[in-house]
């Protein structure tokens, strides 16, 4: 029976109801993270929640840790049938205020981490005729201001997800890609910005959200039993990617208003 499921950034937010969505159908997961605290609770939870398996510390920067942990499943579970690639960190700043080390860091976890991932459990999906759901963000999509380094990274991960899609149809290994908008998480905990008040703007985002990790992680287990490659959980999101698709002049003059008030609100008042 095919019920066996990796996910990484397991230790809270979006993965850790993930885990929880998938073992309520009594899945048996492995579960990764950077944060063990937030790791061992999480999977606390999935064993109440009706699921089994085991956590295992891992930073999705290096591959070695990543093999070692598809070597886990294969040595548990015999093998492995989806793989949830959802580890990820928060950044923003104008282009001009980015230090090359801030894109170093986005694009090796948010990009790179992704990327290691799909390569790491590939043979093992390959076996099962598995799937691979990839986390990505609106920002793939619509490429907000002041995060440049992130907006690269997540459309990186969309364009990785849409050469997956075609590659590797052939060998029967279905491939998804999720662009929540921001949602009620603690993404904000890992937040690298040059100001406060950046991160005070982009936490004002977050909280604008109605819909919970919770809700999302209901929605992508929908979407993906009824085969759907791009899942766009916000209703926000979905109509702000048609419009784009319409009109896409009118998109970049709303973000270019929205970069203006952001830059006038970073300024401090003149005395």
């Given at each position: 029976?095919?019920?066996?499921?990796?996910?990484?950034?397991?230790g809270?937010?979006?993965?850790r109801?993930?885990a929880?969505r998938?073992a309520?159908?009594?899945?048996?997961?492995?579960l990764?993270?950077?944060?063990?605290?937030?790791?061992?609770?999480?999977l606390?939870l999935v064993?109440?929640?009706?699921?089994?398996?085991?956590?295992?510390?891992?930073d999705?920067?290096?591959?070695?840790?990543?093999?070692?942990?598809?070597?886990?499943?294969?040595e548990?579970?015999?093998?492995?049938?989806?793989?949830?690639?959802?580890?990820?960190?928060?950044s923003?700043?104008?282009?001009?205020?980015?230090?090359?080390?801030?894109?170093?860091w986005?694009?090796?976890?948010?990009?790179?981490?992704?990327?290691?991932?799909?390569?790491?459990?590939?043979?093992?999906?390959?076996?099962s005729?598995?799937?691979?759901?990839?986390?990505?963000?609106?920002?793939?999509?619509?490429?907000g201001?002041?995060m440049?380094?992130y907006?690269v990274?997540?459309?990186g991960?969309?364009a990785?997800?849409?050469?997956?899609?075609?590659e590797?149809?052939?060998?029967?290994?279905?491939?998804?890609?999720?662009?929540?908008?921001f949602?009620?998480?603690n993404?904000?905990d890992?937040?690298?910005?040059?100001?406060?008040a950046m991160?005070a703007?982009?936490?004002k985002?977050?909280?604008?959200?109605p819909i919970s990790a919770?809700d999302?992680?209901?929605?992508i287990?929908?979407?993906?039993?009824?085969?759907?490659?791009l899942?766009?959980?916000h209703e926000?999101?979905?109509?702000?990617?048609?419009?784009?698709?319409r009109?896409?002049?009118l998109i970049?003059?709303?973000m270019a208003?929205?970069?203006?008030?952001?830059?006038?609100?970073?300024?401090?008042?003149?005395?």
């Amino acid at each position: 029976m095919h019920n066996r499921i990796m996910i990484t950034g397991a230790g809270s937010g979006l993965g850790r109801e993930i885990a929880l969505r998938w073992a309520r159908e009594g899945w048996r997961l492995a579960l990764a993270d950077v944060n063990e605290a937030g790791l061992r609770e999480t999977l606390t939870l999935v064993r109440e929640a009706g699921g089994e398996g085991f956590a295992q510390r891992c930073d999705v920067r290096d591959y070695s840790q990543l093999t070692a942990l598809a070597q886990a499943c294969e040595e548990k579970f015999g093998g492995i049938d989806v793989i949830v690639n959802n580890a990820g960190v928060a950044s923003g700043g104008f282009f001009g205020e980015l230090s090359l080390e801030d894109w170093e860091w986005q694009l090796s976890i948010n990009l790179m981490g992704v990327v290691k991932g799909c390569k790491a459990f590939l043979p093992m999906l390959e076996r099962s005729k598995g799937r691979i759901i990839n986390i990505a963000s609106m920002a793939a999509l619509m490429q907000g201001p002041a995060m440049s380094n992130y907006n690269v990274a997540k459309a990186g991960v969309l364009a990785l997800s849409e050469s997956l899609l075609i590659e590797l149809r052939q060998q029967q290994v279905a491939v998804h890609v999720v662009c929540p908008s921001f949602f009620q998480t603690n993404l904000l905990d890992s937040f690298r910005g040059p100001t406060p008040a950046m991160k005070a703007q982009v936490g004002k985002l977050l909280e604008s959200s109605p819909i919970s990790a919770a809700d999302i992680a209901g929605y992508i287990y929908q979407q993906v039993a009824e085969g759907q490659f791009l899942i766009l959980p916000h209703e926000q999101g979905r109509e702000a990617w048609q419009l784009k698709q319409r009109n896409p002049q009118l998109i970049y003059d709303e973000m270019a208003s929205m970069a203006e008030k952001m830059r006038a609100k970073a300024k401090p008042a003149q005395a």
